[in-house]
């Protein structure tokens, strides 16, 4: 499992982004926002709150595959962004490129019925009707509001990491390792699952805060721990995982409802207790520690599976001086 982690392409794809962050962000134009270490979404104080600015685009595998999951999934990622924060979607707008007709239809519809569950609205964007049909794309921006924040890099040495999902699902799209539990569900059900992540900003509960995103579970939470400068020691064998999949492809599926927190340990069954009221699978899976390394443990054998002295994913860590 730690192989198939380290070397998932969902994971290895974010190596670059250093070089983005290192130039936009670190040595980039000086604005309202505060200092950004990975956060799934821009903190921009506005008021007496926080705006919350996020983009993601598709991978063009999906969307040539699955034009009409793309569009739904550009919605569902995008607004788990904001949630994952702490903060609760405005409205959102688009940049798609594509030059077959029937194809762009079926993207469209998908954002359609993505936007209508999660009752977020798309107030614009941008076509590019003569793009080439084997090189579609496909961004969206979203907007959000939060009262109290969720980020990236705080996870602090005594936290536990909580583990958060929704088991009541199915295997989802081919193109892409993934596990669906939005279908069949009311745009009710998933507002009262996502409005758990705004409770617990608000309540100061929880610290950090990601949602699992194309990286996988471990790789997320690896990713929390780069960014927060820290390491983690993480019970395989505590993680809920759906009776259809094994945990090794569990471990690598992209979600449409999971979220790893950091909290300390006083709130940890507020936490879980909240989840499960809300019919969602949550379980303490394991600590941040005061290290650079991050261990899994399964069957009681004991494997390092990153150390942030000579590994790097994102390469974006929080400075202890910030």
């Known amino acids: 499992m730690v192989k198939n982690t380290r070397e998932y392409l969902g994971l290895v794809r974010k190596r670059p982004i250093k070089e983005v962050y290192d130039k936009l962000i670190l040595h980039g134009v000086s604005g309202p926002q505060l200092p950004n270490y990975g956060d799934d979404a821009a903190v921009i104080p506005f008021k007496d709150e926080y705006l919350l600015l996020a983009a993601d685009g598709m991978m063009t595998k999906l969307l040539q595959n699955e034009p009409y999951a793309a569009g739904k999934a550009a919605v569902m990622v995008t607004v788990n962004d904001i949630y994952s924060m702490g903060g ?95 279908s069949g569900k009311t745009t009710e059900e998933l507002l009262f699952r996502l409005e758990i992540l705004p409770i617990i900003a608000e309540h100061e509960w929880a610290c950090a805060c990601k949602d699992v995103s194309n990286a996988g579970l471990l790789g997320t939470l690896s990713i929390m721990m780069e960014n927060s400068g820290q390491g983690a020691l993480i019970d395989l064998d505590t993680i809920p995982c759906p009776a259809p999949l094994s945990l090794s492809q569990w471990l690598l599926s992209f979600q449409s409802f999971g979220f790893i927190l950091s909290a300390k340990p006083e709130f940890s069954t507020r936490i879980i207790c909240l989840f499960k009221e809300r019919g969602i699978d949550a379980a303490v899976v394991g600590e941040v520690l005061d290290s650079h390394t991050v261990t899994v443990v399964h069957d009681s054998e004991s494997r390092e599976m990153f150390n942030f002295e000579r590994d790097q994913i994102t390469g974006i860590t929080c400075d202890p001086g910030n």
């Open 88 to 182: 609760r979607p405005v409205a959102m707008v688009n940049v798609l490129a594509s030059g077959d007709d029937g194809h762009r239809s079926r993207v469209i519809d998908g954002i359609k019925k993505g936007c209508e569950k999660l009752n977020v609205p798309m107030v614009g964007g941008h076509l590019h009707p003569d793009a080439a049909a084997n090189s579609p794309s496909l961004s969206v921006a979203i907007l959000g509001r939060a009262k109290k924040l969720l980020r990236s890099h705080l996870a602090e040495p005594g936290d536990d990491l909580i583990f958060a999902a929704d088991l009541n699902g199915q295997v989802g799209c081919s193109s892409v390792t993934s596990w669906d539990a939005n």
